[in-house]
């Protein structure tokens, strides 16, 4: 602190036992420049470091908590969007009602895939159809003995609208479906005795029926259709041929604008089967995954509160640790005083200690949050997500705390009186 400058036109009266001094026109009263009340303000932290660093652990504990319950969220709902993505958040299947007391699934007209494709926010459609018939692997076996699969009749369209990939052989296309060839489901190989198909070797035959077929492909297992995995597929004309097919779907797959996708669930039973609309049952199979993401979120909101409590918690640490300091301090605060110290100094000096410590508190809060969401993310093979407005609000946090729990120990420090100060001390 520079001391008052003394200007010629200054003069001393003396009355009695007290003496007054007055100053011309050109005296400027002393004032700390922000440098010098920051390094004031760091005294007190330098010389307790061990009581600063535990106050100021409450604080970024605090911090941290917000960062990794909002960042590990974040990271986990940007991986969950992928894999719905992934798995067609855009995607509707339709599907009979079990009728009879056979249990057969009901069955769609055959222009039911025509109407379908009329609706405006359908992109495509791809019908699958039950045929009822038996797949056996060699002719020998009993055709009883059945390995539980089902023969379906697919379209060329049927792996993009189920995002399913081909394991190794290839899918129908439009040459190959009208051939008698087949496709197994990831299940259906396994329970038939097959594991890959190799280039170069003959393709092994399976009976469907009392017709042999090629299997010309296998699948991986279909996410957001496991049914398939356990299905053997068949071309549409393959089918209706060789299998008796009488060409009605029982499953439809659409790919629907995705804006639209409520109206379009709404309208698909009467626009699908007029004549009984009631005995179609439209799903979206991200619908589960979705659930997922609104129960995560419900965690998230109980653990920001618990953050919310330890930020609490240390601020009330951090306005312990400075009323303490101040009672440690007044005959620093004493000598000030007496120096030429005002009040506004005073509690500016405490203050600024008060947010200094529970900044630093802050600062270590933010980065041990960060790590915590990328080392998290990286062991979830997550994609990692830290949320800059929840890093800026743990900061701003973190200062609103200093202030307030600031205020109570500044104010009491600046009313000491120099000779109350220096006396108790």
């Known amino acids: 602190m520079k001391p008052a400058k003394w200007h010629p036109g200054a003069r001393n009266t003396t009355d009695g036992a007290s003496r007054r001094t007055s100053y011309g026109p050109l005296h400027r009263p002393v004032r700390l420049s922000p440098a010098d009340l920051l390094r004031l303000g760091l005294t007190g932290i330098r010389t307790r470091r061990m009581r600063a660093a535990l106050s100021a652990l409450g604080i970024s504990i605090g911090i941290a908590t917000i960062i990794i319950v909002t960042g590990i969220p974040a990271s986990s709902q940007k991986a969950l969007d992928a894999e719905l993505t992934a798995l067609g958040t855009d995607r509707l299947q339709a599907v009979g009602h079990t009728s009879g007391p056979d ?16 609706v405006g926010p359908v992109k495509a459609v791809s019908p699958v159809a039950n045929t009822h018939a038996r797949v056996r692997r060699s002719d020998h076996q009993d055709p009883i003995d059945e390995a539980g699969l089902t023969v379906l009749a697919a379209r060329p369209n049927l792996l993009g609208l189920v995002n399913a990939r ?33 280039p170069g070797e003959p393709a092994p035959l399976v009976l469907i029926g009392n017709r042999w077929f090629t299997v010309i492909g296998i699948l991986h ?12 597929l068949v071309g549409w004309e393959t089918a209706h041929r060789s299998l008796g ?62 953050a919310g409590v330890a930020l609490l918690v240390g601020g009330i640490g951090v306005a312990n640790t400075m009323v303490i300091s101040v009672l440690e301090r007044r005959r620093e605060i004493g000598l000030r005083r007496a120096l030429g110290a005002h009040r506004g100094q005073i509690r500016g000096q405490f203050l600024t200690e008060s947010i200094a410590l529970s900044g630093l508190g802050g600062v270590a809060g933010i980065v041990l949050g960060v790590l915590g969401t990328l080392g998290y993310a990286g062991y979830k093979d997550w994609p ?21 729990a600031g205020v109570y120990p500044a104010v009491r420090a600046s009313r000491l009186s120099p000779t109350a100060a220096l006396a108790s001390a």
């Open 103 to 118: 249990d057969k699934p009901a069955s769609f007209p055959p222009e039911s895939v025509g109407m379908a494709e009329r």
């Open 166 to 198: 081909v394991r190794s052989g290839r899918y129908f296309s439009t040459a190959t479906e009208r051939l008698p060839t087949t496709v197994l489901g990831s299940v259906a190989a396994a329970r038939l005795g097959f594991s890959d198909l190799r």
């Open 221 to 232: 297992a279909v996410r957001l259709s496991p049914d398939l995995d356990r299905c053997v």
């Open 245 to 306: 097919f009488d060409l009605r779907p029982t499953q439809l797959f659409l790919r629907v604008d995705e804006a639209a996708i409520d109206d379009v669930r709404a309208v698909l039973p009467a626009t699908i089967n007029p004549q009984s609309p009631s005995q179609v049952l439209i799903s979206r199979p991200s619908d589960v995954l979705a659930a997922k993401r609104s129960t995560e979120a419900t965690f998230s909101s109980l653990f920001v509160g618990l």
């Open 384 to 404: 990692p997500v830290i949320p800059v407005p929840a890093v800026a609000a743990g900061l701003g946090g973190a200062v609103v705390v200093g202030i307030v």
